[in-house]
């Protein structure tokens, strides 16, 4: 089989191996519940490990909640999967599937 084929072949079938695990932390990260029976007042800290379990989307529309949730929101990272591409001395091609650290800095 033609080296280049077998690259390409190689990077979908790990693209798709990314896109499978997103789409599992997806599905098991836990949904929002809506409850309006109590005022719960929580600490930023116990506020960023909620917010961490939720998707950007979420937390976005959280931001509208009160000034002191999107402090938080706009403090934390971004997660952002990405695909890392390396080669050796000896001209073999790994792919890595993982996640990157981005933090946003708005003025």
Not at 7 to 35: M, Y
């Amino acid at each position: 089989m033609n080296r280049s084929r077998q690259l390409w072949r190689t990077a979908k079938r790990k693209l798709l191996d990314c896109q499978g695990k997103l789409k599992d932390l997806i599905r098991k990260a836990p949904k929002p519940v809506h409850s309006s029976a109590h005022n719960i007042v929580l600490d930023d800290l116990v506020m960023e490990e909620i917010l961490k379990n939720l998707d950007i989307s979420e937390r976005v529309k959280l931001r509208r909640v009160s000034r002191r949730v999107r402090d938080v929101v706009d403090r934390m990272p971004l997660i952002l999967p990405f695909v890392f591409i390396r080669s050796d001395a000896r001209g073999n091609i790994e792919l890595h599937c993982d996640y990157m650290d981005v933090l946003l800095v708005t003025q």
